[in-house]
């Protein structure tokens, strides 16, 4: 894919069409994070196979949405220490073998299966240093492929309606510089963001 980082796996020609809204936006938000200032991007992984990522998630009780499966196809996380990590302000982006040991870790803390606070359907993709997650819903349900911001003290909520969008609004953060590097961190402006967000993201919907 002409412009796409080094770092990021090509696809095989039969899958070129079916990934390219996941992979592009992976090599645009690279190019975003470059020119930004972050290493983030040329920290990214080699994508995985789908063969590789249904095996390691095969104790998962769900099925992985399309977008979740070419997500890890383009890229397979950040390494494990970068400098500044943030793929999203302040989370880094899961490997796949970290996310499938971030949940069973999650499933075992849950405790009462009834326990609303982390749900089985949900598959973790990012994780915060202040203990936060942001996962994908997995479950048959109408809001399966939403992005679900997992918080014990705000509360759970959407982030966004689909790793598409969550990925489209980092890449415009960074073009109308809401995000910036700033040193050795990345920092970003509230107002920008929120009103990226808000324009992005215009309808959010309740957890199911």
């Not at 970290?98 to 499933?107: C, I, N, Q, R, S």
């Not at 240093?129 to 997992?150: L, M, N």
């Not at 969008?165 to 509230?190: N, P, S």
């Amino acid at each position: 894919m002409t412009g796409a980082s080094p770092h990021i796996s090509r696809v095989s020609e039969d899958r070129r069409y079916e990934l390219s809204q996941i992979s592009e936006l992976v090599a645009q938000l690279v190019r975003e994070l470059n020119a930004g200032g972050s290493n983030v991007g040329n920290a990214l992984k080699p994508g995985v196979s789908r063969t590789l990522i249904s095996k390691m998630a095969s104790k998962f009780p769900y099925e992985l949405t399309s977008e979740l499966l070419d997500l890890y196809e383009a890229c397979n996380g950040l390494e494990e220490r970068v400098g500044f990590d943030d793929f999203l302000i302040g989370f880094r982006l899961l490997q796949i073998e970290e996310a499938v040991g971030m949940y069973d870790y999650l499933m075992e803390q849950r405790g009462d299966p009834d326990d609303d606070y982390y749900r089985a359907s949900w598959f973790p993709i990012m994780w915060s240093h202040s203990g936060g997650v942001k996962a994908v819903e997995c479950a048959p349900i109408k809001t399966r492929g939403c992005i679900v911001d997992i918080d014990a003290e705000s509360g759970n909520s959407i982030h966004c309606v689909s790793i598409e969008r969550m990925l489209t609004t980092i890449i415009q953060c960074w073009k109308e510089g809401a995000f910036f590097a700033d040193g050795d961190f990345v920092d970003m402006d509230d107002e920008k963001f929120a009103e990226i967000c808000e324009r992005l993201n215009p309808v959010i919907p309740d957890l199911d």
